[in-house]
């Protein structure tokens, strides 16, 4: 088999990783065992990059990553819910997402995203540009500027708010959390491991990546450490190493 190609957004880190929608593909190769090689490529390059390849845009109308070619069948699939689709079809076994789950997970992950990741995007984006290669840096700031109508960056995540920002993110964790506590198992599904834990660590292997160290271990220690013990536990699964941080190298274990 021929490795599947997967196109991922660089950083400064040692290790490049950190883009959380490009790590739910990552994880999802892994599960299944498939082969695969990154290609590399900054903010401003995407568009021209993924029309190069005859790549769908998403949502907007944007040209966004994660995307795939596989060419093994000759498939180019963008957004990372069609790409564990099409894997799953296309490669059957060891399934991410249950038979007749796709618009459930797809759900979730909104819930998710408004529960958690909304009331502190901000200060995630601050975070983010901290760790961009200076070549994506200003398409960044551009972009976020224009997202959320701000017109000087400063005004993004000013220190008293992104304080409010940071209590109402580990906030909607505890909500997440007691979604986890009703699973009646070890995945949001219970015994059944699918795409919505992978969905939940790509998002936490991304904050490993842009937090500093006090808010890591703040993280971490939440809920009696589900967080790291979930990303942990998905690792293994999926035969991946995504987001295991070691702050004294700067580098990803």
Known sequence: MQPIILFDIPSKLPNKEWAPNPSKTRFCLGHKCLPHEIIWVEFPDIAATMKGIGA?????????????????????????????????????????IPRGAHVLIETF?????????????RLLMVRTLENLNDSSREY????RLKMFRETHWEDMAPEEKAQQMWAALKKGLGVVDGW????????????????????????????????????RQEIHALHGGRWARLLADVNSECNTDLGSFDEHSRSFL
């Not at 966004?64 to 894997?87: F, M, R």
């Not at 960044?140 to 972009?143: C, E, G, K, P, T």
């Open 56 to 96: 769908s845009p998403t949502a907007g109308e944007r040209y966004t990553l994660p995307v795939i070619k596989d060419p093994n069948t000759g498939a180019v699939v963008s957004d990372s819910h069609a790409i564990a689709k099409y894997l799953d079809e296309t490669y059957p076994d060891k399934p991410l």
């Open 109 to 121: 992950e909104s819930l998710f995203i408004n529960t958690v990741l909304n009331p502190a995007f």
């Open 140 to 143: 960044f700031i551009d972009s």
């Open 180 to 215: 986890y506590q009703k699973s009646g198992g070890r995945w949001i599904m219970g015994d059944t491991f699918s795409f919505a834990d992978i969905v939940v660590v790509s998002w936490m292997a991304w904050w490993n990546a842009i937090l500093n160290e006090q808010e």
